[in-house]
């Protein structure tokens, strides 16, 4: 095989969770343009089948699932009609997260850190649990999960959300681990400031922002498409030997001191 042709992702198939906006929708698209079968997914089901019938348009196989992965019933629902509409799992992103609260780790209460932790941290724990039958099946399977470099790296009134997005990284490492003797690879990708609606609360700060570009080595915040490749090569054939890894896209953010 040529190692162009390992990139190619025909007759696999791809779940996205968070995939009709923002990093998600560009992931996705990515992972369809190389030749995916895409299962589009996010809270709202008018939204999915709208960014499925668009997807279709442009000549790209995808469908669209609603799923609030912090139901169990609902993650369990959209594995099931991944299943019936296409008969395997071979990628499974776990991209969708929520951060309610922004302030000092003392002033939050209980229910949001169940919250934000059953999202974060929780959902991807089960779902990727859920494709893991799958997978076995084929005995192959990319499992890539979305943490954040705030996950690394401390920030400023984010601890909850960083402490959930630690958490993912040491799920993947811990996946990785134990499924990589079914063929099954994990890895997960560490974002810096992206311009998308989830943080739109930063990147609007005029002075957030200023101080921001001025840090990175880059000089500037991504945009959400800049997240895809990195997520194509690790569904792909292209990365047969990486798994367990962590992968910022960051601008250079963790080495700007």
């Known amino acids: ?3 162009s042709a390992k990139f190619d992702l ?3 198939v791809a779940i996205v969770t968070g995939s009709s906006k923002g990093i998600g929708l560009a992931i996705a698209k990515g992972l369809a343009e190389n030749g995916a079968k895409l299962v589009i997914s996010s809270r709202n089901q008018k939204g999915v089948e709208e960014r499925a019938k668009e997807f279709k348009a ?3 196989e995808a469908i669209g699932i609603a799923c609030h992965i912090g139901d169990a019933e609902q993650r369990k629902a959209l594995v099931a009609k ?3 509409a296409y008969g395997q799992i071979d990628i ?3 991209n969708a997260a929520i951060n309610p609260y922004y302030g000092p780790l003392e002033s939050a209460d209980e229910a949001v850190f169940d919250k934000i932790m059953n999202v974060n941290v929780k959902a991807p724990w ?3 649990n859920l494709v893991l039958p799958h997978m076995k099946v084929n005995g192959s399977g990319s499992i890539i999960n979305i943490s954040s470099v705030e996950g690394i790296h401390p920030g400023f009134r984010l601890g909850l959300y960083s402490m959930t997005k630690s958490a993912l990284i040491m799920l993947t490492k811990n996946q990785a681990k134990e499924w990589g003797k079914y063929g099954i690879r994990s890895n997960v990708v560490c974002p810096g400031l992206i311009k998308t609606k989830f943080s739109e609360s930063l990147w609007s700060n005029e002075k957030l922002a200023a101080g921001y570009n001025q840090i990175v080595p880059l000089k500037r915040m991504a945009e959400p498409n800049e997240m895809a490749g990195i997520v ?8 047969s030997y990486m798994t367990g890894g962590v992968y910022a896209a960051d601008g250079g953010y963790l080495i700007s001191g």
Do not use: F, P, W
């Open 1 to 3: 095989m040529s190692l």
């Open 10 to 12: 025909s007759n696999k």
């Open 58 to 60: 442009a000549g790209l």
């Open 82 to 84: 991944t299943i019936e």
């Open 92 to 94: 499974l992103v776990n």
């Open 126 to 128: 089960m779902l990727s």
């Open 232 to 239: 194509m090569l690790l569904a792909s054939n292209a990365s």
